[in-house]
């Protein structure tokens, strides 16, 4: 639902990788478009036995660099589900469902709904005849490739 300020919120399930039927459900996640990664907290992961991976460094809105924690998790949203990229969100960081995760899930905000939609159509490259390079029967035929 969109809150008085105009903030998109929605409810998101998260698993780790090798149990997606073991799920935490999160509600009222901010929908983040200027947020590349999705923010999960840090004791929910922890707890479904996802492991952090690496550390990365992150730009808040008023100029801070913050590091956190980040791996790998399943992500349920919207009737879908993708792999993708979760921060270890710490107790005062926001919970977000950023643009990798709308992305991998294929999904956009319809305002107008006040929901996630489908996005359409993936973009995919134009599919060329068989060929002799080993890349099984058929090959992807990039615009101005060799």
Do not use: C, H
Not at 56 to 82: H, N, Y
Not at 94 to 106: D, F, K, S
Not at 111 to 132: F, H, I, Q, T, Y
């Amino acid at each position: 639902m969109l809150d008085d300020m105009g903030i998109f919120r929605t409810t998101v399930a998260v698993s780790a990788l090798s149990a997606p039927d073991d799920r935490r459900v999160l509600s009222d996640v901010m929908v983040d478009t200027g947020s590349e990664y999705n923010w999960i907290p840090a004791r929910t992961l922890r707890e479904l036995g996802i492991a952090p991976q690496r550390v990365e460094r992150f730009e808040t809105a008023d100029g801070r660099v913050l590091e956190r924690e980040v791996g790998f998790a399943m992500l349920f949203a919207g009737g879908r589900a993708t792999p993708t990229i979760v921060v270890f969100a710490g107790p005062d960081d926001l919970v977000l469902l950023g643009a990798i995760g709308l992305e991998g899930l294929n999904l956009r905000v319809d305002l107008g709904r006040k929901e996630l939609v489908p996005a359409g159509p993936v973009p995919a490259a134009a599919m060329s005849a068989p060929n002799d390079y080993g890349m099984g029967r058929y090959s992807l035929k990039l615009a101005g490739s060799i």
